[in-house]
């Protein structure tokens, strides 16, 4: 490329104007790229050999790289908004959740009862609580009451197992037998579009809406509305009381 070419660039109108929108764009959005863009601005201004011209297109290529960045966390932290957005505008029943086969299950299906959803890991602390939940199962199932278990590998990674080998251990070790879906993912991307439901629709203490761990408890009244949420060191025993009040309220 000849000095007279690039002359030509650095003061065509257009080229300039392009820098200029860059300039203002970054200095309200990207404190940092806007910094980027002043430094090529002067390395532009200066420019008589390809040396400059290798470090301008060296701090333009990190003026990309760092929007880049930053646009790809800004449009996961959107995409996250309009999934919960999403989920709170709609009905339970709307939502489709999966069998520890991989089969898809519509929430549809237990239209009319009252829903207690957990989230389990079967190396964790609280995995006690997996006889107690069988306890309220054999006590209320077929009264109008589901026991929904949904394994979750993302606290410190305490459920290893996949598929029947949680249900197998559940059962040899806790005598379990109400039904576990597919395994999940419960907070941020890739969550369950249930438990992004859930969060929003039942928030925790002080408001909080992620899920903060394992056995973290959801009850649901027959009407599909969250009610209440309770926490992972909350025994299954004490939900007791709640699942008989929202059994024998007639709200349909």
């Known amino acids: 490329m000849s000095d007279i070419t690039i002359n030509r660039l650095i003061t065509c109108d257009k080229f300039q104007t392009i820098l200029l929108g860059y300039e203002c764009s970054f200095k309200k959005y990207f404190h940092y790229t806007y910094l980027y863009i002043i ?11 390809y040396l400059f011209i290798s470090l301008a297109i060296h701090y333009l290529i990190r003026t990309f790289a760092s929007c880049s960045i930053l646009s790809f966390s800004i449009f996961k932290s959107l995409k996250l908004i ?3 957005t999403e989920a709170i505008n709609k009905s339970i029943y709307d939502i489709t959740v999966k069998a520890k086969d991989g089969s898809e299950v519509s929430m549809e299906k237990y ?15 609280f995995a006690k609580q997996l006889g107690s939940l069988q306890d309220i199962h054999d006590r209320f199932g ?24 949680i249900s197998d251990f559940c059962k040899m070790n806790y005598g379990v037998t109400f039904n576990f879906f597919d395994k999940i993912r419960v907070n941020g991307e890739g969550a369950s579009p249930l438990f992004i439901y859930l969060q929003e629709a039942a928030p925790g203490l002080l ?13 649901i009244n027959k009407n599909g509305i969250p009610v209440k949420r309770y926490s992972p060191m909350t025994p299954p025993e004490k939900i007791i009381p709640d699942i008989v009040k929202l059994i024998e309220k007639n709200e349909l």
């Open 82 to 84: 309009a999934m919960k």
């Open 207 to 219: 408001g909080s809406k992620s899920v903060k761990w394992n056995f973290t408890k959801f009850l």
């Open 39 to 49: 430094a090529l601005k002067i390395l532009l201004k200066k420019i008589s050999n």
């Open 142 to 165: 077929g009264k109008g009451f589901e026991l929904l278990a949904f394994p979750s590998n993302q606290f410190a990674n305490q459920e290893p197992r996949d598929g029947d080998e």
């Open 111 to 125: 239209r009319g009862k009252v829903l207690l959803v957990v989230n389990t890991a079967t190396m964790c602390g």
